[in-house]
């Protein structure tokens, strides 16, 4: 299978502790997006990269949040000391870079509950 | 401003019916504006998406017609089937590459 995978699909953990995504993009694609999205509602933007450079991240996310895209190939999204709040669903997505906007490719997400 | 406003927030249509999305935007910069449907536990998928060279497209039965001048552009989805029941996103953007998704419609096909 060569769509965006994503793990650990679940992750259920205490409030005060640190949490890491993994998001493993097409492999031939050089965009990779991070989302969250809560029940109800759309994704929303967090951040992107293209190729290992960090484009653009969100104002609304704290410092809690970090994420790293290393040799412009997996990426991880980290939060720290995490939050009932931050309970919700992570999307990764990919794309290529063509010169102009094209389709997301989406994992299947990262189930994120803090008790 | 980016905002993107969508609607309706549900929709129930008879199987074999029309379903209609709208979605409103504000930033001129957009220049490419697709629809995503996401079912239960998966992550969004493309539907269909336009450039705004065009004013319509079609594919089977799925339409999106666009309207430059009003900032709008919306779904339509023909002979609505039970397999339709799926919640949908528009997903517009242009400039950044950063795809702004609205708040959803939630669409129930009944058999």
């Known amino acids: 299978d060569t769509g965006v995978s994503q793990d650990p699909r679940h992750k259920i953990t205490k409030r005060g502790q640190n949490v890491t995504f993994r998001c493993d993009p097409i492999?031939?694609?050089?965009?990779l997006y991070w989302y969250r999205q809560t029940l109800g509602q759309g994704p929303e933007f967090l951040t992107y990269?293209?190729?290992?450079?960090?484009?653009?991240k969100s104002r609304l996310l704290s410092d809690r949040f970090s994420a790293e895209r290393p040799k412009g190939s997996f990426s991880t999204l980290e939060i720290q000391r995490t939050e009932q709040g931050d309970s919700a669903m992570y999307l990764c997505?990919?794309?290529?870079?063509?010169?102009?906007?094209?389709?997301?490719?989406f994992g299947e997400g990262s189930r994120l509950t803090v008790l | 401003q980016q905002q993107v406003k969508q609607s309706p927030q549900s929709l129930i249509v008879q199987k074999g019916g029309i379903s209609i999305i709208n979605c409103a935007y504000e930033?001129?910069?957009?220049?490419?504006f697709p629809w995503y449907q996401q079912f239960p536990g998966k992550g969004p998928a493309l539907l269909i998406a336009?450039?705004?060279?065009?004013s319509e497209k079609k594919e089977g039965r799925f339409t999106i017609s666009f309207n430059k001048s009003a900032k709008q552009f919306s779904l339509h989805i023909m002979d609505s089937q039970p397999g339709d029941s799926a919640t949908y996103f528009c997903?517009?953007?242009?400039?950044?590459?950063?795809?702004?998704f609205g708040t959803g419609t939630r669409l129930k096909v009944l058999a």
């Open positions: 336009i450039r705004p060279d065009v």
């Open positions: 990269f293209q190729n290992e450079a960090q484009l653009e």
């Open positions: 997903a517009p953007t242009g400039g950044t590459y950063k795809y702004i």
């Open positions: 492999s031939e694609h050089n965009r």
């Open positions: 997505a990919s794309s290529s870079a063509s010169g102009s906007a094209g389709e997301l490719f």
């Open positions: 930033n001129t910069a957009f220049d490419y």
